[in-house]
């Protein structure tokens, strides 16, 4: 089980919806791998940063993109919000925030 931390879970938390439940746990991983793979972040680049390089289930996260039942305009639709919210939240601290 990956665990993460509590600021990282509840951003991408709000694509939990997307996905099935046994999907979600391998869009977690490839979410987490690729903020932290450098250079090309593709699927193969981002098990390898997050040590799954040789995982007996390798051609599972492959499926999670092109299998997967999800809908990527639902979750182009959160992450639009999310990112509305975010400069809502900027905007709040700079007009709060004396100087």
Do not use: C, E
């Amino acid at each position: 089980m990956l665990s993460l931390p509590i600021a990282f879970s509840s951003a991408i938390g709000v694509f939990a919806p997307v996905f099935s439940r046994p999907v979600w746990q391998h869009v977690k991983v490839l979410l987490t791998g690729a903020v932290l793979a450098p250079g090309q972040r593709t699927v193969t680049a981002i098990l390898r940063i997050m040590g799954l390089s040789a995982a007996p289930n390798f051609q599972t996260y492959h499926r999670v993109l092109n299998r997967a039942v999800w809908s990527p305009l639902y979750a182009s639709r959160l992450l639009l919000r999310l990112l509305g919210d975010f400069q809502q939240r900027i905007y709040l601290f700079r007009r709060l925030t004396p100087g």
